[in-house]
C-alpha cells in the first residue's frame, strides 16, 4: 500500500455524448494524477497526468475493438510514500502497455530502478520486463541487495493459463542459490497447488510442495 489518498472531482453528463469524469486531483502522498476519462463501450478514454512527489509520467486509457488499454510511461527520482510500510524510490522507470482482453490479457513492460527501500527491506538495483500474449508468455527479472545485504537473484516466470513455473538462482552470503528444480504453481480447484520444488544453498537442499488459497492449506518439506 503506498499510503492514504485524496481524491476530488465531478462526473459529467454532457448531451449526446457518454459520461466523463473529471478527476480534478488524485493524491496518493505528493504524487497526484488529474485528467479527463470518458465512459465508453468496454472501458474508459482519456489521459492522467501524474506529477509531484518525485513520480512525474502519464497514463493513456482507450478502447480500441470495445477493449480497455492502458498504457502507462512514469519515472522516479526520489519518490517516496508514506505506507505503511515506508516506500522510496532513488530513480526507476515504468514502461507499460496492457490490453485487458478477457480472453487473455496482453502485457508488454519493462521496469528498472534503483535505491528502493520498502520498511527494512533494501534493494541496490531492480529490473526487468514481461511479455505476455493472450495471458502466455514470460516475466524475467533481476535484483540485488543494497551494501551491508549480500544478496543477488536473476528469475524467470513462465506464464500459462492456471499454470505458472519459476526458475531462478543468486548469491546470498556470497554463496550461491539455485532453485535446481522448477517451483511450479497450477491452479487446482479454487486454490493454488506448489508441485515439488527444490532449492540448493551453501551445499544443503530444501524441498517444498503444497496447496494454497481457498479452503485447504498443505505443505510438505524436505530439509
Known amino acids: 500500500m503506498l ?28 504524487t497526484v494524477a488529474r485528467g479527463q476519462l470518458v465512459v465508453a463501450q468496454g472501458g474508459l478514454a482519456g489521459q492522467l497526468l501524474v506529477g509531484g512527489g518525485g513520480l512525474d509520467g502519464s497514463i493513456i486509457l482507450s478502447v480500441p475493438g470495445g477493449i480497455q488499454r492502458v498504457v502507462a510511461r512514469l519515472t ?53 520486463n514481461a511479455r505476455l500474449v493472450d495471458g502466455v508468455g514470460t516475466v524475467r527479472g533481476s535484483m540485488a541487495g543494497a551494501r551491508g545485504r549480500d544478496f543477488s537473484a536473476r528469475f524467470l516466470v513462465d506464464v500459462a493459463r492456471d ?13 550461491p542459490i539455485r532453485l535446481t528444480r522448477p517451483a511450479q504453481l497450477r491452479r487446482d480447484g479454487s486454490g493454488w497447488r506448489l508441485d515439488r520444488a527444490e ?8 524441498q517444498l510442495s503444497g496447496l494454497f488459497g481457498g479452503s485447504a492449506l498443505e505443505v510438505e518439506s524436505d530439509l
Not at 521496469?111 to 534493494?123: A, V
Not at 499454470?163 to 554463496?175: E, F, I, K, N, S
Open 163 to 175: 499454470r505458472y513455473t519459476v526458475r531462478g538462482d543468486g548469491t546470498l552470503a556470497r554463496q
Open 76 to 128: 522516479a527520482r526520489d519518490a517516496r510514500f508514506s505506507g505503511p510500510p515506508p516506500i522510496s524510490i532513488a530513480r526507476g522507470q515504468l514502461s507499460l502497455t496492457m490490453l485487458l482482453d478477457p480472453r487473455g490479457t496482453d502485457v508488454d513492460a519493462t521496469f528498472e530502478g534503483t535505491g528502493l527501500r520498502r520498511g527494512t527491506l533494501s534493494i541496490a538495483r531492480i529490473a526487468g
Open 199 to 206: 532449492l540448493t544453498y551453501a551445499g544443503g537442499r530444501a
Open 3 to 30: 499510503g492514504p489518498y485524496q481524491a476530488a472531482g465531478q462526473i459529467n453528463l454532457p448531451r449526446g455524448r457518454g459520461a466523463v469524469i473529471d478527476i480534478q486531483r488524485l493524491a496518493v502522498g505528493g
